[in-house]
């Protein structure tokens, strides 16, 4: 499965490391704009991983616009953050799952898992 992974930090290396052991695909990019470059591009992801502070873009407003957008609306979401209670708010339980920081990276797996729909 390709995995876009939006993330600022070492994290998103590792996260990059952690997929492509697991067999996927996994495309990282720094910022939210050019995360959302990736994911209006010509090999779209299937998944995204997103973290919620990002230097050029929050990650709640890049999750609102891919929601707003027909092309990218149904992907599923797992949103990192350091400020899990303050971002509950954006999990709906189907599409978008919050993750804090820092995770375990079983229940990764397994949110990924559900996400998928495995």
């Not at 992974?5 to 997929?19: A, K």
């Not at 939210?32 to 992801?45: I, K």
């Not at 707003?68 to 899990?84: E, K, Q």
């Not at 209670?85 to 920081?101: A, E, F, M």
């Amino acid at each position: 499965m390709r995995v876009l992974i939006v993330e600022d930090s070492r994290v998103g290396q590792l996260l990059h490391t952690v997929l492509e052991r697991d067999g996927h695909e996994p495309v990282v990019a720094e910022n939210g704009t050019n995360g959302w470059r990736e994911l209006t591009g010509a090999t779209p992801p299937q998944m995204l991983i997103l973290d919620r502070m990002l230097p050029d873009m929050d990650g709640a407003d890049l999750l609102t616009r891919l929601r707003g957008d027909a092309r990218t609306a149904a992907l599923p979401v797992l949103m990192l953050t350091a400020a899990a209670s303050t971002s509950r708010d954006l999990d709906d339980g189907t599409l978008t799952r919050v993750l804090g920081k820092p995770f375990d990276l079983v229940e990764l797996r397994q949110v990924l898992s559900e996400l998928a729909g495995n």
